[in-house]
């Protein structure tokens, strides 16, 4: 496993927190400048919990199934393959991207405050969850038993 391989996850993870980060400042402008998209609904339990549990889905329940799955794998084999674990980490760049997504568009349901906030702060923690650091790489490389395709 050479430092390309980390270097793409880590531009990888950057692109899916700015297309967040500027859907967040989209939601931000709209609810700032534009007074008529005021729901005339008001919050009900069904979109409250259906919000919160897709945002724990995406955000924190796939990537903990994903990565139990690949470790399992890889114990069961004697190693993983770096193309299953560079898979893994993109399938789970991808679940929190989607957990993110669910987050922002939470902001134009009528849902409690209180699961509003909720998700934010679980859709934050799947954010940092999968916040790329050499360290922590190449800890899940020796945990993962990542095997060089090269050899």
Do not use: C
């Not at 470790?71 to 929190?96: A, N, T």
């Not at 934010?120 to 923690?125: N, T």
Request: glycine share 8%; proline share 3%.
């Amino acid at each position: 496993m050479d430092r390309r391989d980390f270097l793409t996850i880590r531009r990888q993870t950057y692109i899916m927190m700015a297309l967040f980060f500027f859907g967040l400042l989209l939601v931000f402008l709209v609810h700032r400048f534009s007074f008529t998209m005021q729901s005339a609904m008001e919050a009900n339990r069904v979109n409250s919990v259906i919000t919160l549990l897709g945002v724990t889905l995406f955000a924190i329940g796939i990537p903990i199934l994903l990565r139990t799955g690949y470790f399992q794998k890889g114990s069961r084999e004697g190693g993983l393959p770096q193309s299953d674990f560079l898979r893994m980490k993109r399938l789970i760049i991808v679940s929190v991207g989607i957990g993110e997504f669910i987050m922002l568009f939470a902001y134009y349901l009528p849902i409690y405050t209180y699961h509003l906030y909720l998700a934010v702060l679980l859709g934050l923690y799947g954010m940092y969850s999968i916040f790329p650091s050499w360290a922590t790489y190449q800890k899940e490389l020796h945990t993962f038993g990542v095997l060089d395709e090269d050899d």
